[in-house]
């Protein structure tokens, strides 16, 4: 499965985004999928990840604030941050339990 984010970009602190991560082919027997990020000089860490039957577990730090969800109809993963805060800037991946990764998209939250 081919996976393509979309809707990165620069925001300011307080501020929303949402991204999208869109599969080549069909999601809806792909039992696990998440968001990852690696920021600047820091290994790449798990945001949220989601079952088929959509249970969810998120990262401590973002708790609250970023929502993740799946449309297994139009083949694609969401995940709406709000609250952004400057520790959230980091290249942010889509990644399925099968091991494929998308290419990744910048998120910038600075004022």
């Known amino acids: 499965v081919q996976l393509v984010e979309s809707g990165g970009g620069l925001v300011q602190p307080g501020g929303s985004l949402r991204l999208s991560c869109a599969a080549s082919g069909s999601i809806f027997s792909i039992n696990g999928m998440g968001w990852y990020r690696q920021a600047p000089g820091k290994e790449r860490e798990l945001v949220v990840c989601i079952t088929r039957n959509g249970d969810t577990n998120y990262a401590d730090s973002v708790k609250g604030r970023f929502t993740i969800s799946r449309d297994n109809g139009k083949n694609t993963l969401y995940l709406q941050m709000n609250s952004l805060k400057p520790e959230d800037t980091a290249v942010y991946y889509c990644?399925?339990?099968?091991?494929?990764w998308g290419q990744g998209i910048q998120v910038t939250v600075s004022s």
């Open positions: 990644k399925t339990a099968g091991g494929d």
